[in-house]
Nanobody
């Protein structure tokens, strides 16, 4: 069973950048497909990006494509979310998640493991 801990959130102005980290313990992330989701106040949790178990395939939501980049450092057992050109509508709590299947999924219910979330606030 894997435990996930996010970090790196904060407050930035429009156009700024942040890099979120999701450190895993208890198991290696190479055994899981991973994803990032976000949840704004009063809104449902929404898909941001997902990476296959192999790391070879990454799928982005249209709203972040070209601005966000997901990566993985196997040695550090950590996945990252580099967020550039941030907009006020990116403001949310960001969660990383994992599931023990090889495929990519955008559905929250298919992820078995979740971090506690990290707040990202983008001001105009």
């Amino acid at each position: 069973q894997v435990q996930l801990v996010e970090s790196g959130g904060g407050s930035v102005q429009t156009g700024g950048s942040l890099r979120l980290s999701c450190a895993a313990s208890g198991s290696t992330l190479s055994n899981y497909a991973t994803g990032w989701f976000r949840q704004a106040p009063g809104m449902e949790r929404e898909f941001v990006v997902a990476m296959s178990m192999s790391g070879a395939t990454i799928y982005y939501a249209d709203s972040v494509k070209g601005r966000f980049t997901m990566s993985r450092d196997v040695a550090k057992n950590t996945v990252f979310l580099q967020m550039n050109s941030l907009k006020p509508e990116d403001t949310a709590v960001y969660f990383c998640a994992a599931h023990a299947y090889t495929w990519i999924t955008t559905n929250t219910f298919e992820y078995d493991y979740w971090g506690q979330g990290t707040q990202v606030t983008v001001s105009s």
